[in-house]
């Protein structure tokens, strides 16, 4: 047995030991603690909490080497060639309860399709949320349009749908929820206040595969909803994306324009290529790994949706810590990231990164989300750029810079904390865990600053 093995078992040895005098599931309140419980932070050399490593992500099977390795010998590569990613967008719209679909080579190229396929682009505006990922604001940047950030909501984590109205201009175009975290936004006063002005509206449901607002799935309540199939995501595939829609006039449009324009249903003409198209094909082999991994997203979505509602109520009562709300149309939530608020005063005003390290010392691995990106340097560069120059005027832009506060957002980047969605693939008393080690920070709240 070589030394890293032994350090190894000893090391799990030790743990289990600790994991004996931990709090029995649900009793939360200090008055029921044993002394166990208030043990040493792993942080500071006392035993972990969760020993047992978490599940891992992603997970495949024979089956789907089986028709990846078939692709790869038949020698078609490419859906022109093969009938994988049409299968694939026909399951992908009935699963969601779209008319249709097409797949493209990434999240962020579903949104730049769906962006054209609407025609918002140069010189409008899209009323966006900041907390999101960089490739929301990159989509509407790099389409010369401006994200006009609404503010965040920071108990649901949510575009606060309060705060969009003020922020329409003659210039608006689109809204752009996204359902972040795998959580809707709320599509009912969205889709009103679109309705209102006139405005389309693109869900970004790259984090929200079979996410429902009111038993509708996310990405089909507005004109298009997009979904990204990239590695981490909860239907990979490596690099994949999807628009999905119900208008067939439009989804004929987009399919043609992300095939460089050819001829597709109701896109005809005289020549070859009708329209301006660009490339952005799924390959077949994305796709048949997307068959593979569809089989299993309604089940993995079911127990990350019990599992997040289960560990809601174990950690609710824990002063300083702060659940998400979820809205009342929400009928399921798909948690790509389990999130939480931290409040510091109940922790002894330990910084959040101090909580955080002490969490993932316990074996709770975790992060702290989204900075205020808005404020990375990134707008003032596309506010710079030639296109934007161009397109907007120098009072728009100034008043623009102006109005680039968000103190619901500020507030959030501050608190959030996320756990990651594989967490919640673990059986529902690995939930305890979580909850546990919780308690155990807050009980050692004043060795924590
Ligand atoms: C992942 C993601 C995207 C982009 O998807 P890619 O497939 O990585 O290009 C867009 N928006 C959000 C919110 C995402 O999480």
Redesign the pocket.
């Known amino acids: 047995m070589d030394k890293s093995t032994m350090t190894r078992r000893q090391l799990m040895g030790a743990a289990s030991a600790g994991a004996l005098t931990m709090l029995a599931p649900g009793a939360i309140h200090a008055s029921a603690a044993p002394a166990g419980r208030a043990g040493k932070l792993a942080l500071q050399g006392g035993r972990r909490v969760r020993t047992k490593p978490w599940p891992s992500w992603p997970v495949w099977d024979k089956a789907a080497e089986k028709s990846v390795l078939s692709i790869l010998r038949s020698g078609d590569w490419f859906r022109g060639r093969g009938e994988t990613v049409s299968k694939f967008e026909a399951k992908y719209a009935e699963l969601l309860g779209a008319t249709r679909c097409t797949c493209t080579v ?3 190229n579903a ?1 730049l399709t769906a962006m054209h396929g609407l025609d918002v682009g140069v010189g409008d505006e899209v009323i966006v949320s900041p907390y ?2 960089i ?2 604001y990159n989509v509407i940047i790099g389409s010369t349009a401006l994200p006009v950030f609404a503010d965040t909501d920071p108990e649901t984590f949510q575009l606060d749908p309060d705060t969009i109205e003020e922020r329409i201009t003659d210039r608006t175009r689109a809204i752009m929820p ?1 359902h ?1 975290l795998g959580i809707p936004a709320d599509m009912d006063k969205i889709m009103a206040i679109a309705k209102k002005h006139n405005l389309v509206v693109i869900e ?1 449901a ?2 929200a595969w079979l996410a429902e607002w009111r038993g509708k799935k996310c990405g089909t309540v507005g004109d298009l909803g997009c979904s ?3 590695n981490s ?1 909860h239907l990979p595939c490596g ?1 994949g ?1 999807a628009v999905v829609g119900s208008d067939e006039e439009l989804m004929d449009r987009i399919h043609s324009y992300h095939n460089c324009g050819r001829r597709y249903g109701s896109v005809q003409g005289s020549s070859q290529y009708p329209i301006i198209g660009t490339n952005r094909r799924m390959t077949e082999y994305q796709a048949a790994i997307l068959l593979n991994q569809v089989q299993r997203l309604e089940a993995d979505t079911e127990r990350r949706w019990k599992n997040a509602r289960y560990l809601t109520s174990k950690i609710k009562d824990i002063p300083g810590i702060v659940p998400h709300k979820l809205y009342d149309g929400v009928t399921k939530a798909a948690y790509h990231l389990y999130p939480f608020r931290y409040k510091k005063e109940h922790f002894n005003n330990a910084p959040k990164a101090r909580f955080l390290a002490a969490l993932t010392a316990e074996g709770v691995p975790c992060m702290g989300g989204y900075g205020p990106q808005y404020r990375d340097g990134l707008i003032e560069v596309a506010l710079n750029s030639k296109n934007f120059q161009r397109s907007f005027s120098k009072a728009r832009l100034d008043r623009y810079r102006e109005e680039l506060h968000y103190p619901g957002n500020d507030q959030l980047c501050e608190e959030a904390v996320w756990l990651s969605q594989s967490l919640l693939l673990a059986k529902k008393r690995d939930m305890d865990d979580i909850a546990n080690a919780l308690l155990k920070i807050y009980e050692n709240r004043d060795k924590l600053a």
Do not use: M, P, W, Y
């Open positions: 990434n999240g962020t949104l999101t990922f490739a929301t996204v972040i970004d790259c984090q990204s199939f990239q995501k690099e994306g």
